[in-house]
């Protein structure tokens, strides 16, 4: 077989980090390779390196045998090498036509010739079978639509290798599984494919190889015949983790949080919730699936108190909770593990100590008369750095020192140690590692089985799948469906999640 | 249809403002048309040096890098225009060397805020202090230039009715280039490769990094071209306008054209159309002083144009939306 990719003893430290150690990995001529890893694992680092967007301190690259320069992605790119970023590198404000061509725009003189553009999108799209509208300004189109416009950059030259770096992440059941398909006809044509994920059912499904790497080495290599999900997981992590969460059914209570009529705006003023109702009981775990963008955020605002309703109640036990006011809402027994924990979970330039008790530093016993007790603070961070296995040398480190998922667990440690009526989880396992998702379900199942009730809000399905005990489906800033956790079917809510209602 | 009383409709304000002035200027030419049109002329000329100086604001704005050093850009390039003029006894010599000026403190700009990363505010604030400082040191009083640049009427184009004595005639060369240079650099961002290619960098350096367009070329070529346009504002107030250096001769130029750039939206014809607006309001307290109105102190009427920019600014203010990634530095390498 023609190896199309060789990277042969490849290194690389950011400061404090070793990303890359001795990497050694090749992709051959139509094949598929999956490159599975913890946050932090330096798979994203590796690609980057490949691309030309990260200078490797040592080792080589070679594209079918040439080498590659380091940190030239002008010459990743003329040597046939098209990658699909996790973060997508779109310009909002533009067209996507604009967007497709940029870098390499049809031209006579130093004029764009749009026309011309616009007719070789249109010819692109058709060709690889990816639907876009050529005139669409970028920021008003659904992130699915989004990662099309960023496969067919990296597919308007002729490539012999993609990478994709988590391509799957925002997408739902449908697109995924077009986008597999994308991939294979792909592999089919002779492209050699690298690309990264989480989600191991995807690994599963499509990958040739699977190539694993573990704190920057790369510690093992295997294809998904000789392998399941479970021993996937295990090199991962390096050691055993159940994938399934391990509940008992539900002993669902009172009323603990009640939604009546809400409507909510987004940001931009347009109507995101949409006279909204819903019902949590105690001691349940009531899963929100939807694909990103139906509204999930701003309901998720609206009712810890971090936006405005435009109409509409939130009961908390039955009393009605203040609008726009996030610590009385907090006060009232909601706690809320926010979507983005840089932004609205952490303050990255204190201590975990201090953001471990964010929300009560200024209550009894952590503060008498304004004067902070750090003895009292001290030993209950010590006491959760050890329960919540928060990966760290010190407590008194900045918070912005731990990685993604050790931030996470600080999150999660501090909204589930108090007394709780409500935990609003939204997207709580996000950019997590397997391991740690695997506690932090499991806190929220015990804060269940104490008691408290749970609103699970993810655009991971998989995970709706494991921890609830009803779910809603979102669509449109409403709810579509409500139906019993036990025994939900997959593709069904994979639909009501597109919006087909058949 | 519930837009319509909802918020205010950008195009169809534009539009209303447009055709305000539009009817306000008929009137006047209607009850004197002389008057009217020395004071449409005086606003041309008033508004040209700001229009050329917010071009510097959006050349660099449009690739992602904030310039506060306008002012000083211009304050520099017009002391070593003027004076190499008076050494040399040539206004030539002496416009390009005013350019070169500007090029060469734009570079300064963009080598501290690109190539070492410093902060956009702080990069922009030393090239103003800098530019006072050294200029008001080296000053001499008593030079002077030979001549200043010729004042003509372009043929043809000066006997159209109405807009012919306002734009075409009775102005300096530096005058008339600026009508072409304005719309070649509206043609440039948005009908060009290099222009496309600045917006990107502008707006999300990392898709162009990765399309292979190197954002710090592109950002350095955009600044030091803007440092040419500002150089050539410096000789043109110097060595047009109005012939001579004097200290601090900018006062404030570089930062309203900052507002008249955000007020035309990033855009090289709407920050045009904005410092004619601003460059008539001047003209027009100018002619009311003139005119000598008694019962209003001629203090409030010099404030005219202040009041103009505060208001347009309060009013349009809210709905900018600047390139996004403006001001801030672009690190290729990031874990």
Request: proline share 4%; glycine share 10%; with cysteine.
């Amino acid at each position: 077989m023609d190896t199309l990719l060789n990277i042969s003893n490849l290194s690389k430290s950011f400061p404090g980090v070793k990303a890359n150690d001795d990497i050694s990995l090749h992709v051959n001529k139509g094949e598929i390779v999956a490159l599975l890893g913890e946050n932090g694992a330096g798979k994203s680092t590796l690609v980057k390196a490949v691309f030309g967007l990260v200078r490797p301190d040592s080792g080589t690259i070679t594209i079918k045998g040439e080498s590659i320069a380091y940190g030239d992605t002008a010459a990743a790119i003329s040597h046939g090498v098209g990658m699909v970023h996790q973060h997508f590198q779109l310009v909002p404000v533009m067209t996507v036509t604009e967007n497709i061509i940029l870098g390499d725009e049809p031209h006579k003189g130093m004029f764009l010739s749009m026309k011309a553009a616009r007719q070789e999108v249109i010819e692109l799209s058709k060709r690889h079978g990816l639907e876009v509208d050529p005139d669409s300004v970028v920021e008003d189109l659904p992130v699915g639509i989004q990662q099309r416009i960023e496969i067919l950059k990296a597919l308007r030259k002729d490539i012999d290798l993609l990478i994709l770096d988590e391509p799957t992440a925002v997408l739902t059941p449908q697109e995924i599984d077009e986008l597999l398909e994308v991939m294979r006809n792909l592999a089919a044509s002779g492209v050699g494919v690298l690309f990264i994920t989480h989600k191991l059912r995807e690994v599963m499904a499509v990958a040739d190889r699977v190539v694993v790497l573990r704190n920057g080495k790369l510690v093992g290599a295997t294809t998904p015949s000789e392998t399941d999900e479970e021993g996937l997981a295990q090199m991962m992590v390096g050691r055993n983790v159940v994938l399934q969460v391990d509940k008992g059914p539900a002993k669902a209570g009172e009323v603990v949080l009640s939604v009546e009529n809400m409507t909510v705006k987004d940001s931009r003023g347009h109507e995101a919730v949409t006279n909204f109702s819903l019902e949590l009981h105690a001691g349940e775990i009531l899963g929100i699936a939807g694909v990103e963008g139906n509204g999930q955020r701003e309901l998720v605002e609206a009712i810890c108190g971090m936006r405005h309703r435009t109409t509409g109640t939130v009961k908390v036990a039955g009393v009605v909770a203040p609008d726009m006011d996030p610590r009385q809402v907090h006060l009232m027994g909601v706690s809320h593990i926010p979507e983005d924990r840089e932004k609205d979970g952490l303050v990255a330039s204190y201590s975990i100590a201090d953001n471990l008790i964010l929300n009560q530093f200024n209550l009894k016993p952590y503060a008498t008369k304004g004067i902070r007790d750090f003895k009292v603070r001290d030993a209950y961070a010590e006491k959760l750095v050890e329960e919540f296995d928060i990966r760290t040398p010190s407590f008194e480190n900045l918070a912005s020192s731990l990685s993604g998922g050790n931030k996470q667990k600080v999150v999660v440690a501090r909204e589930l140690t108090q007394d709780l009526k409500v935990v609003v989880a939204a997207q709580p396992t996000r950019g997590v590692d397997v391991g740690s998702i695997e506690f932090i379900h499991n806190q929220l199942v015990s804060a269940r089985d104490t008691g408290a009730g749970v609103l699970l809000v993810s655009a991971e399905l998989d995970e709706i799948l494991s921890l609830s005990d009803r779910i809603a489906v979102m669509f449109g800033g409403k709810i579509v469906a409500i139906l019993p956790g036990e025994g939900a079917d997959r593709q069904y809510i994979g639909r009501l999640m597109a919006g087909l209602t058949e | 249809m519930q837009r319509v009383f909802g918020s205010i409709n950008i195009k169809s304000w534009k539009f209303l403002l447009t055709a305000a002035v539009l009817i306000v200027w008929i009137y006047c030419y209607v009850a004197n048309g002389d008057v009217t049109n020395s004071v449409v002329a005086s606003g041309m000329r008033f508004g040209m040096p700001l229009a050329l100086a917010s071009m510097v604001g959006i050349m660099c704005e449009r690739s992602g890098i904030v310039n506060i050093g306008i002012e000083g850009t211009m304050l520099l390039s017009g002391f070593t225009g003027f004076y190499v003029a008076s050494y040399t006894k040539n206004i030539i010599i002496g416009l390009i060397i005013a350019i070169l000026t500007g090029m060469l403190t734009s570079f300064v700009h963009a080598l501290m805020t690109i190539q070492w990363q410093m902060d956009q505010i702080i990069a922009g604030t030393i090239i103003n202090i800098l530019a006072s400082g050294l200029t008001s040191f080296l000053y001499k009083e008593g030079s002077t230039v030979p001549n200043t640049w010729p004042i003509f009427d372009i043929p043809i184009l000066s006997r159209i009715p109405f807009i012919g004595h306002a734009f075409f005639s009775q102005q300096g060369p530096i005058q008339y280039f600026g009508l072409i240079l304005i719309p070649a650099i509206w043609v440039l961002i948005y009908k060009t490769r290099w222009g496309l290619r600045t917006r990107s960098v502008g707006e999300n350096p990392g898709s162009a990094d990765t399309a292979g367009i190197s954002v710090i070329k592109v950002r350095m070529i955009n600044v030091v071209l803007g440092g040419a346009i500002g150089g050539l504002v410096g000789g043109f107030i110097c060595l047009e306008l109005v012939g001579s250096f004097s200290k601090e001769f900018t006062a404030g130029a570089g930062f309203t054209a900052l507002a008249l750039m955000i007020f035309g939206r990033w855009n090289p014809m709407g920050a045009f159309a904005a410092a004619i607006l601003f460059g008539l309001a001047q003209a027009l307290s100018t002619q009311l002083q003139i005119f000598g109105v008694n019962n209003i102190p001629n203090q409030f009427i010099t404030l005219l144009p202040y009041v103009f920019t505060i208001l347009v600014l309060v009013f349009s203010a809210g709905k900018v939306r600047p390139p996004a990634a403006e001001g801030k530095v672009y690190k290729k390498e990031e874990a």
